[in-house]
């Protein structure tokens, strides 16, 4: 069983991601540089955070244009799962594989520093290892971080389960003084339909090792390594 990260110009994040995925699945990713026009094959997939192509236009928007996100976009219908984080996120929306748009942070500034998550949704591939409810601690590293979708959209994602995780503080309240961001309804991941697709802006694998401050970020390298590797 094989995964792979797809790799960009400006990604910062993809050899953290192979770290945490070697850890958990006793097995490297293949790393994939994102001209590639086919991919090997793959029982998962990581979209890493970074910065594709400088953020030059859009995050996101050139690096959803990529020959090798054709061929994820392929994968994820077949239901192979799909992770993306930060950059990785905001890419997954730009390829109309997640809906929405990730847009400036409200406060107009980086936002850098560990903040708190709750679990909406345990019930997937990614987030079985937790509970709903469960209080977690992750790192953001993001400028353009603030998730906006039509009220239907929202709507749709909170009835059908597609939110994943929502900034909270760290007792568990999610509330506006906890949104890092000003992402509606405080987003911080969602699903696609399916549930085999999740974007999300906080960056588990920079607390996925006893060695990085704490092991919040684990879990989700685990379940996939459960659901997907067993």
């Given at each position: 069983m094989l995964s792979a990260i797809i790799v960009f110009p400006g990604s910062n994040c993809d050899r953290d991601v192979q770290v945490a995925l070697k850890k958990s699945f006793g097995k490297a990713a293949r790393m994939v540089w994102h001209a590639e026009t086919e991919l090997p094959a793959a029982d998962l997939i990581v979209v890493p955070g970074g910065f594709s192509y400088g953020d030059y236009l859009r995050a996101g928007s050139m690096a959803a244009l990529a020959p090798a996100?054709?061929?994820?976009?392929?994968l994820a219908q077949k239901g192979v799962p799909v992770l993306g984080i930060c950059n990785g996120f905001q890419?997954?929306?730009?390829?109309n594989l997640l809906p929405g748009a990730l847009i400036r942070n409200?406060?107009?500034?980086?936002?850098c520093r560990d903040i708190y998550l709750t679990v909406e949704n345990s019930d997937t591939v990614f987030t079985c290892g937790y509970s709903v409810g469960q209080c977690l601690r992750m790192p953001i590293a993001h400028h353009d971080g603030n998730y906006v979708a039509a009220p239907e959209t929202l709507d749709c994602l909170s009835s059908e389960g597609r939110i994943a995780f929502?900034?909270?503080?760290d007792k568990g309240v999610v509330s506006e003084v906890a949104n890092p961001n000003g992402s509606a309804s405080n987003i911080a991941g969602i699903l696609n339909e399916r549930k085999n697709?999740?974007?999300m802006m906080p960056h588990p694998e920079r607390l996925a090792d006893p060695a990085l401050g704490g092991i919040d970020g684990r879990s989700i390298f685990e379940a996939l390594a459960g659901k997907v590797f067993s």
């Open positions: 996100m054709r061929e994820v976009s392929k890419i997954l929306c730009e390829s409200s406060g107009l500034r980086f936002v929502k900034y909270c503080d697709v999740l974007g």
